[in-house]
């Protein structure tokens, strides 16, 4: 424990399941009266804050709460990612899972220690929020406070920018959220493109018998297509896997594509239902009756809304004319099995502020940026 001079904080290393289920529920403080926040489901939580989660066989972290008194004020992570620096050939730390009360101090002492602890570790520049890699969730919610976060993304409270903007962190690169109505007419270009590829192209949905199989095409194509994005990551196969218990789960074969040209795998896009729908009044508990209402929901009151967490095109296509054609070609046959389901309402997140090609793509279909995640950066 550490006490800044003359303050009533005190910084709390997280070291035990006690203490780490103390920095998931804050929270649950922090958003008690905001009516668009939803609580992440508490096993969940738990699964991605311990050894279990795969991340951590690539990379270290720490994570931190702040007291005044008894009461929990404040928490943060820091993060190494050895996988990031063997991609991207730089050494940049990560700060992520900021949640505060409104009050410079506290958000000053999380940063500081958060910045202290990777500055110590021979890191010379720091970006976040993270929560915990770049594929998982990340950015902070800047813009689009009023609707409710769609599953695996963030919400924030709308003093959290000022005050991380006040310890001296600038802007590195915005994310956007998009909002589309599936039962969108497909503009005059879509349908050109589509008419020009013939049947050269083949789609297919998800296919549950050679599951291993196709989730090991996914995670290829989406290496691939997103190697040359700021901030780029791979998805390693343990991680994958744990992308795939979930898709098993919770989405329907259909909710799944993949474009093939000579049966060879070129494109995909992966919804899910937004289960946020669902649990919003769980609280993050699944026990006593938790689960009971969760599977109810999802078999008898489907969700009316749906997130697209996954797409890509292999980079070889992406400046060619059958590029855009392959997106297209994936979102038509996606927003159809969206359609069936009765969605009404889809996000397709996150775009790069500079992604102009699929930002086009999505606006063209009737896409709304409705809400905007900044990720911040500091010389340490």
């Known amino acids: 424990m550490e006490t800044p001079p003359g303050s009533d904080l005190l910084v709390q290393r997280v070291t035990g399941r006690k203490q780490l289920k103390q920095f998931i529920a804050l929270p649950q403080q922090i958003y008690a009266d905001d009516p668009n926040w939803v609580a992440p489901l508490l096993f969940e939580q738990l699964h991605r804050f311990t050894k279990k989660n795969p991340f951590f066989q690539h990379a270290r972290w720490q994570a931190w709460v702040v007291r005044r008194g008894s009461r929990i004020v404040g928490r943060i992570s820091a993060q190494i990612d050895e996988l990031y620096r063997d991609t991207q050939g730089v050494e940049v730390g990560f700060f992520g899972s900021i949640e505060a009360e409104d009050d410079p101090e506290i958000f000053g002492l999380l940063l500081d220690t958060a910045e202290n602890w990777l500055r110590e570790r021979g890191i010379k520049q720091i970006r976040g929020p993270f929560n915990l890699s770049i594929n998982e969730e990340c950015g902070l919610l800047i813009d689009g406070y009023e609707n409710p976060p769609f599953v695996m993304m963030g919400h924030a409270r709308k003093y959290y920018a000022n005050r991380i903007e006040a310890a001296g962190y600038s802007k590195a ?102 289960i946020n729908q669902a649990i919003k009044d769980l609280h993050g508990r699944l026990l006593p009756f938790g689960w009971l209402k969760l599977l109810w929901r999802l078999k008898i009151k489907y969700p009316d809304t749906a997130r697209v967490m996954l797409m890509g095109v292999r980079k070889q296509y992406q400046r060619s004319r059958l590029g855009p054609a392959l997106a297209f070609l994936v979102i038509d046959k996606v927003r159809q099995a969206l359609i069936r389901r009765n969605i009404k309402n889809v996000e397709m997140s996150w775009i790069l502020e500079d992604n102009e090609g699929m930002k086009g793509i999505l606006e063209a279909i009737g896409g709304d940026p409705y809400k905007t995640y900044r990720i911040y950066e500091k010389t340490l």
């Open 173 to 274: 690169k915005d994310l956007f959220a998009y909002e589309l109505n599936p039962d969108f007419e497909a503009p005059e270009i879509m349908r050109k493109l589509l008419k020009n590829i013939g049947n050269d192209v083949h789609v297919r949905q998800l296919r549950r018998k050679q599951l291993k199989e196709d989730l090991a095409i996914l995670r290829d194509i989406f290496n691939d297509s997103w190697s040359r994005n700021w901030g780029f990551t791979p998805f390693t196969e343990a991680e994958f896997s744990d992308i795939g218990e979930l898709l098993t789960l919770l989405v329907d074969d259909d909710f799944i594509q993949i474009a093939e040209i000579d049966g060879r795998p070129v494109a995909m896009i992966v919804a899910l239902p937004d």
